[in-house]
């Protein structure tokens, strides 16, 4: 055996090669990584630190324990048959260690936790969790309790995504032990899917939110004012998300207590979901104007928003750089033109406003790069419906070859253009003839 192999972390670089080139799929990967581990000591523990470092259900470990000593049962819920030995620990303890992330759908929670507790040795069944999503979905007429979350959470976790699709009354009980239980989180998201917060749920969800310190990202499905004040004073926080487009009305907050720029997003709900009342405005806009070094904003939902909109958040926001609109223009047209951002280096936006300039006959694009010719022409014939493109081209220059390809692209535009106007100009034509 090479001696490099005999170092740790460089086995586990090459194992890891399994799983992040998706090397064959997850069944194909975690074969070949058990191989490995029987394959000798050298290799055990770093292929069973990855086969076990995400885990998708709870029954992996529950499966650790001697044959005959629990049973899981039809109603979400286990039952332990036997007394548990020192012995029956032993399996359990070597692999629970190496999990590093828990992801917990439908079906893989139980209705309670009674003998749970029986089948962790500690306070938590995996002590180096360090990420956790968990999808509480039961059914309407079963009621659960999750008084056995804490034993799944971990002092190191860091990032943790809950989403409720159903009892969301659930989320006062779940949000103490989360602030109790981990103090590092730096990622974080909770949303609610088919069903919505009670007044309950809101106000457990602010104290939960100001109790935040140490957050990065977090993704939010609305705020209250005492939570924006709360994130205003944080350095740590990077990027918010708001799943809500009914922001919250209310007084600007000094500039002074916002020193880093998040990154903010409003959420992508369908337009037929949307009331009018819900889209966002300058007043839902001017909300955010707190964070005054932001540079990237995304509205995916649908916005109505105007030129005078659009200067005042240039002003708010003199850093911006990257605007990202989505394009509801079926829905309600769009009144914006940035002409208030002369530093934005990025404004992705469909060309499907309704608006063209029939006036310009002439574009000449010198040396621009492009990469699909049929693209550009598409979008050039629905703005500029009459234009033809001119483009440089120097025979002498030492990139020829380079500058010829793109010539070759923007000739490749110019022809069809022509097959896009034609049957225009055949209608016209018609049209005079009659």
Known sequence: MHRSLRIAEIVELIFRHLIVGGW???????????????????????????????????HNYLNCFPRGLIKILKGADIRLLQPITDKDWERPLFYSARVKRLSLGR??????????????FGDHIFPNLEAFVVIVCYPASLQPSLDYLPLLLSPRIKGINVQFQSHPALLPQILPALTLLCPSLTHVKLSAECCSYGELEHKALSKFYQNLVRVESL???????????????????E???????????????????????????????????VPDKCRIDGATLRTMFCFVNVESVSLRQIFNLDDGDILTM?????????LSLGDWSDVVKSRVTLQACPR?????AAATGGVSQASLKK????Y??????????????????????????????ELESEEAKYGDRWTEVNRILEDLRAPKENVAEGTRRN
């Open 314 to 322: 240039a002003r708010a926001w003199p850093r911006l750089q990257l």
């Open 239 to 273: 990027a918010l998300r708001l799943e809500n487009p009914n922001a919250p009305r209310m007084s600007h907050l000094p500039p002074s207590m916002l020193p880093h720029p998040p990154a903010t997003c409003w959420g992508d709900e369908s337009p037929e979901n």
């Open 107 to 120: 079906g893989d929670l139980f209705a309670s936790g009674r003998e749970l507790r029986t089948l962790s």
């Open 344 to 348: 934005s280096l990025r404004t992705p």
């Open 368 to 397: 621009s790069p492009i990469v699909a010719p049929r693209a550009v022409a598409v979008f050039l014939s629905f703005m500029f419906p009459e234009v033809g493109v001119s483009f440089d081209r120097n025979e002498e220059s």
């Open 24 to 58: 064959g799929g997850y069944r194909t990967y975690s074969k070949a990584l058990a191989a490995l581990a029987r394959t000798c000591k050298t290799f055990q523990n770093p292929a069973l630190d990855l086969l076990w470092e995400q885990q998708t259900t709870l």
């Open 363 to 366: 574009l000449d694009v010198s």
């Open 219 to 237: 993704v939010v499905e609305d705020l209250d004012q005492p939570t924006f004040e709360h994130l205003g004073r944080l350095l740590s926080l």
